[in-house]
């Protein structure tokens, strides 16, 4: 599951190779980031791209083996805006609202993604009751989900409840549990990765467990179960320690079990999803259940969502083919 507490900037490191010897600085920077060469010059020259440490010249020439670490600035986004966007409202109180998102839909406005999301239907809903802490573009928002991961989110609708909400995600005190269709067998019945994770050192828009000691790693925490097998498939339960970034999705990837339909990380083109790519599309994930403390009453709060119809649809699928 994804958290306020996540790495929002796109720092990454990437190492030329023998055949980027003599590149200018501003030419590699351009074919690594995507950018453009002039938008990459100005990145080196407000120094935001680091040779061992220190800002680059746009006009150094690249050497076989020069690690650079490069910050992208988080692009700013337009104030986000109410839209009349049907949401399904599990809890709410003057406090807290407790949403079920539908799968493929953007929590918060981001660069592609201006209208549409979870916000614009939190704004229209709530009006002026959504804390403020999260900022224009993120109001009330105190962790997230990915766009293709349906399921339960808290949000917060004044600032107490956000800095209360906050520090208990900060302090593992919020139990989410997911339901997940994994690949392949598990060997075990249950287990846990501990492992931590950060910003893709090569593909930035990718996350990945990094082993080696990286500052922008953080600590990881998936404890798993199985539910159900189905041979070339397990239903697994997962339960969060910590929130980062895609954590479930990147957790199952590096110990060999992908999540069905996850393009990013490995768990697409099996043969079951091209016989029924109309009900995958993106990760068979779902976050089913949500326990926290009520930050105005201290009542301990359980709330639970059944599973969708396409991921129950799946299921069945699983049962009647493979089983």
Not at 218 to 231: D, L, P, Q
Not at 242 to 256: F, K, L, N, P, Y
């Amino acid at each position: 599951m994804s958290e306020r507490h996540e790495i929002y900037d796109v720092a990454f490191v990437v190492t030329s190779t023998s055949f980027d010897i003599g590149k200018r600085a501003d030419a590699f920077v351009a074919e690594k980031t995507e950018l453009t060469r002039s938008a990459a010059a100005r990145l080196i020259e407000s120094a935001n791209v680091l040779l061992d440490g220190k800002p680059i010249a746009k006009n150094y020439k690249m050497r076989e083996g020069d690690t650079l670490e490069i910050e992208l600035p988080e692009p700013e986004t337009a104030d986000a805006e109410p839209e009349n966007i049907p949401i399904d409202v599990v809890y709410e109180d003057e406090d807290i609202i407790v949403v079920n998102k539908p799968k493929g839909m953007v929590v918060h406005p981001a660069a592609g993604n201006k209208n549409g999301t979870l916000v614009n239907a939190l704004l229209y809903h709530c009006k002026d009751s959504l804390s403020g802490i999260g900022g224009v573009v993120r109001p009330g928002i105190v962790h997230r989900i990915d766009k293709d991961t349906g399921g339960l989110l808290v949000v917060a609708k004044n600032d107490a409840a956000h800095l209360f909400l906050a520090e208990q995600i900060k302090y593992h005190n919020v139990s989410r549990i997911y339901y997940a269709i994994a690949l392949g067998n598990f060997k075990e019945d249950s287990g846990t990765v501990n492992a931590p994770i950060g910003r893709h050192p090569v593909d930035r828009k990718k996350m990945a467990v990094i082993r080696s000691a990286d500052k922008r790693a953080r600590e990881a925490i998936t404890h798993w179960s199985v539910v159900e097998r189905f041979g070339q498939f397990t239903l697994i339960r997962c339960e969060l320690e910590t929130g980062r970034t895609h954590q479930i999705r990147v957790h199952m990837a590096s110990i060999g079990h992908p999540l069905l339909g996850d393009g990013v990380y490995g768990g697409d083109g099996t043969q079951f999803e091209a016989r029924h790519r109309s009900l995958i599309d993106g990760q068979c994930l779902f976050a089913a259940k949500l326990m926290l403390t009520h930050p105005r009453t201290g009542e301990e709060m359980t709330l639970e969502a059944e599973l969708p119809e396409y991921f129950s649809k799946v299921l069945e699928l699983l049962r009647r083919e493979l089983q």
